[in-house]
Every structure is written in C-alpha cells, then in structure tokens.
C-alpha cells in the first residue's frame, strides 16, 4: 500500500497562496488518479482536483481557476498550487491515491486561511 506524506499547510491571509506537496514511498507513474482532498470538521471530505496519468486535470467549481494540480513521476511527488485563498478555503488537505478503486490518503496537512 503506498505511502503519502504532505507537507507546505500553514496559516494565510484572504488572497495568499500556498502550495502544498505530496511524496509517495513508490512509483507513481501509473496511479491514476492521484489528487487531493480538503476535510473541514463536521463535514464530507471533498475531492478538489485530480490529474490522471495522461496528464489530464480536473477541478471541482470551488478551487477552479485558482488551484492548479501537478505531479512529478520522477520524483513520485503531487503538489497543489493555491492561489487567492479565501477563508472558506481552510480545511485539513490530503493528498490521495486511486488504487484498485479505492483512495488512499495521507495524513492531511492543516491550511488556514483567515486575517
């Protein structure tokens, strides 16, 4: 079962960035999707963006046009670039693995996004 440790969460101003990063302990070349997830307490954890193996993305509506997803094979490592955070942004994000129809997460990085 790989193994995915996030790192890069931390505390932001409304309309702050951050990127978050994902390493993997195997080859990731052919796990497809890999994406992330966002956990906030109380509610549903929430698919946000996926990149597929063939290089393609996909976005949910309330990250589109400000989060960008990216994955180095080479360095079996995801990130997530986050752009124009918003408080409603904050959320514990996990970095996860489709393998054999199940997502497997790792143990969330913490973003905070307030003034």
């Known amino acids: 079962q790989v193994r995915l440790v996030e790192s890069g969460g931390g505390s932001v101003q409304p309309g702050g960035s951050l990127r978050l990063s994902c390493v993997a302990s195997e080859n990731i070349t052919g796990i497809s999707p890999m994406g992330w997830h966002r956990q906030v307490p109380g509610k549903e954890r929430e698919y946000i963006a996926g990149?597929?193996?063939?290089?393609?993305?996909w976005y949910a509506e309330s990250v589109k046009g400000r989060f960008a997803i990216f994955k180095d094979s080479t360095k079996n490592t995801l990130s997530l670039q986050m752009n124009s955070l918003q408080p409603g942004d904050t959320a514990i994000y996990y970095c996860?693995?489709?393998?054999?129809?199940?997502?497997?997460w790792g143990q969330g990085t913490q973003v905070t996004v307030s003034s």
């Open positions: 996860a693995a489709m393998i054999h129809m199940n997502w497997y």
């Open positions: 990149i597929a193996t063939d290089g393609r993305t």
